[in-house]
């Protein structure tokens, strides 16, 4: 489970950029240091650590009620908090065009057009030049009114806006919501024109599964601390998938039974349901073949493996011989 990774120590010396960036060093970025709110007697953040780097897409994942959206709160000074928040060496403050940030929950006024809103956007973000461009069709036609557009359409406009300029930090809270997949790919794109230019931006997602193609970091909150920080490819291999055995033909429970590597076994209908990390795949597959299942009876979910209570779900694919 992605509990069970190591938690890289969090230091005050931001990390060098990627080799794939060129050799330069990268400024001093993100600084958090014993981050602290509650609501009452409900204490969400729990003096928080956290260090992101310049030129860095970071993936902010975590359980519902984990404290993403607070943690994106009150970096972007829309909360109060105990703790101290830095950015490029001095105290954080919220300058016009220098940050952006998106709430989870954002209502555009229903009566203005997409042009309006949009020039609402681009007054806030400064004078600077776009860095990233919507592409053709990401944005509504300027004419139309917010309440008229899907709840897609209007959250593509509120991306739109948000990404005008040339912001040093960019703070986006759930940005996926209510996108189709082109438009996922858009605003993948866009991260990655910011990332390149030298931005730190924090995304917060329930999963990082939209981020992981180009996220160079993942941070994930729970119980308002951070419980992993590390790289997106070592966070996947201790996601949980689901292997799918079918009992149907000639099968039975005992086929699967005693499988190492498996940490939790389901029974449902038909099919056996088999939960392991993700780098542990390949060994449970070899396991299940030395017990003679056929390739053909095999399915695997994952990462996140889906409800093992029931059947298995669309997004299964073929095991691999």
């Known amino acids: 489970m992605a509990d069970q990774v190591t938690t890289p120590a969090v230091t005050d010396?931001?990390?060098?950029?990627?080799?794939?960036?060129?050799?330069?060093?990268?400024?001093?970025?993100?600084?958090?240091?014993?981050?602290?709110?509650?609501?009452?007697?409900?204490?969400?953040?729990?003096?928080?650590?956290?260090?992101?780097?310049?030129?860095?897409?970071?993936?902010?994942?975590?359980?519902?009620?984990a404290g993403k959206s607070t943690l994106l709160g009150c970096i972007a000074g829309a909360l109060r908090h105990e703790g101290s928040i830095r950015f490029g060496g001095s105290p954080l403050r919220a300058i016009p065009g220098q940050m952006s940030y998106?709430?989870?929950?954002?209502?555009?006024p229903g009566g203005a057009t997409v042009d309006e809103v949009l020039a609402l956007f681009r007054a806030l973000a400064g004078p600077a030049p776009d860095r990233a461009s919507a592409p053709d069709g990401f944005v509504p036609a300027g004419q139309r009114r917010i309440a008229e557009l899907s709840g897609g359409q209007a959250q593509r406009v509120a991306l739109?806006?948000?990404?005008f300029g040339?912001?040093?930090?960019?703070?986006?809270?759930?940005?996926?919501?209510n996108l189709d997949d082109p438009a996922k790919d858009s605003l993948r794109d866009m991260l990655a024109?910011?990332?390149?230019?030298?931005?730190?931006?924090?995304?917060?997602?329930?999963?990082?599964?939209?981020?992981?193609?180009?996220?160079?970091?993942?941070?994930?909150?729970?119980?308002?601390?951070?419980?992993?920080?590390?790289?997106?490819?070592?966070?996947?291999?201790?996601?949980?998938?689901?292997?799918?055995?079918?009992?149907?033909?000639?099968g039975s429970a005992a086929d699967i039974a005693g499988i190492g590597l498996v940490t939790r076994t389901r029974i449902a209908g038909r099919w056996a349901a088999l939960e392991c990390r993700e780098q542990d795949v390949s060994m449970v597959l070899?396991?299940?073949?030395?017990?003679?299942?056929?390739?053909?009876?095999?399915?695997?979910?994952?990462?996140?493996?889906?409800?093992?209570?029931?059947?298995?779900?669309?997004?299964?694919?073929?095991?691999?011989?």
């Open 286 to 321: 070899d396991n299940l073949v030395d017990r003679g299942i056929g390739i053909d009876r095999i399915r695997v979910a994952g990462p996140g493996g889906g409800d093992l209570s029931a059947p298995p779900p669309d997004n299964t694919r073929e095991a691999m011989p």
């Open 102 to 108: 998106l709430p989870q929950r954002i209502r555009l």
């Open 193 to 250: 024109a910011h990332r390149d230019a030298g931005a730190t931006i924090l995304v917060a997602s329930p999963a990082a599964f939209d981020l992981l193609a180009n996220a160079d970091l993942v941070v994930r909150v729970e119980a308002g601390q951070v419980v992993y920080h590390g790289p997106a490819p070592a966070f996947l291999a201790s996601l949980p998938v689901t292997i799918w055995v079918d009992l149907e033909s000639s």
């Open 160 to 163: 739109a806006g948000a990404l």
């Open 166 to 177: 040339a912001p040093r930090l960019v703070l986006l809270d759930e940005p996926h919501a």
């Open 13 to 65: 010396t931001p990390a060098f950029g990627d080799a794939d960036r060129g050799s330069r060093l990268i400024e001093p970025g993100l600084i958090v240091r014993g981050l602290t709110k509650a609501y009452g007697r409900h204490s969400v953040l729990n003096a928080l650590d956290l260090s992101i780097s310049t030129a860095t897409l970071a993936a902010v994942v975590g359980s519902n009620g």
